[in-house]
């Protein structure tokens, strides 16, 4: 089974703080995305990267940045909180066009 | 570009009767199609896909979908609804060209009562 790993479940953090959001694949994957769900909004897709060192923006990239070093790890940086990035964070995985998702990092901006 | 509009954002069905869920999508090439739950607290879960094969797709669970080209729908069906089968239901589409990215739809939360 593939297994997607976001190391934090609950975060909470103060406006103007900058945030890292990790997560950890198993499977070699190439392709790897980062969502935030918001009641009524469904999934959106802020930043995607299809190999290391790779990345394009989705569809709501701004306040948003990534990090790819490694084939395992994408990470989603905050680089400045502010309270309307409170949301659902969520990683997922790709392999053909199945996606494979993590737990979930819920995340307060206070 | 593509997009899913899902027609319910509230479902509520007794245990043992039937589930609709409703979908529509656009696209501008030919879509692969797909339904995900999300049960409380927990990730997403692929329920079932279409890719162009056969347009019944049958999925986990006892859920099953249809692809209406002519009505551009992707409904989910289930005959009878069970209590572990309430949670959120996304359905998604996503172009067989290029980069092929997932557009989620709003969601539909399904309610199961005794």
């Known amino acids: 089974d593939v297994k997607v790993t976001q190391s934090s479940r609950y975060l909470v953090k103060r406006t103007g703080e900058k945030v890292f959001l990790e997560c950890v694949q198993d499977m070699d994957h190439e392709n790897m995305f980062w969502y935030r769900q918001d009641p009524g909004l469904g999934l959106r897709l802020i930043y995607f990267?299809?190999?290391?060192?790779?990345?394009e923006k989705g569809d709501i990239p701004e306040g948003y940045s990534v990090s790819r070093e490694k084939k395992e790890r994408f990470s989603l940086i905050l680089e400045s909180a502010s309270t309307n990035q409170t949301s659902m964070y969520l990683c997922?995985?790709?392999?053909?066009?199945?996606?494979?998702f993590g737990q979930g990092t819920r995340l307060t901006v206070v | 570009a593509q997009s899913v509009t899902q027609l319910d954002s509230h479902v509520s069905v007794s245990e043992g009767t039937p589930v609709l869920l409703r979908c529509n999508y656009s696209?501008?090439?030919?879509?692969?199609l797909f339904w995900y739950v999300q049960h409380p607290n927990k990730g997403l879960q692929l329920l079932l896909k279409y890719t162009s094969a056969a347009t019944l797709v049958k999925g986990i669970n006892g859920f099953e979908a249809e692809f209406k080209k002519s009505e551009t729908s992707f409904h989910l069906t289930k005959p009878s609804a069970h209590m572990s089968d309430a949670a959120e239901y996304f359905c998604?589409?996503?172009?067989?060209?290029?980069?092929?990215?997932?557009?989620f739809g709003t969601g539909t939360r399904l309610l199961v009562s005794p």
């Open positions: 997922a995985t790709r392999r053909t066009q199945v996606a494979f």
């Open positions: 696209s501008s090439y030919s879509p692969s």
């Open positions: 998604v589409v996503s172009d067989r060209e290029g980069f092929q990215k997932l557009v």
């Open positions: 990267s299809y190999d290391v060192k790779m990345k």
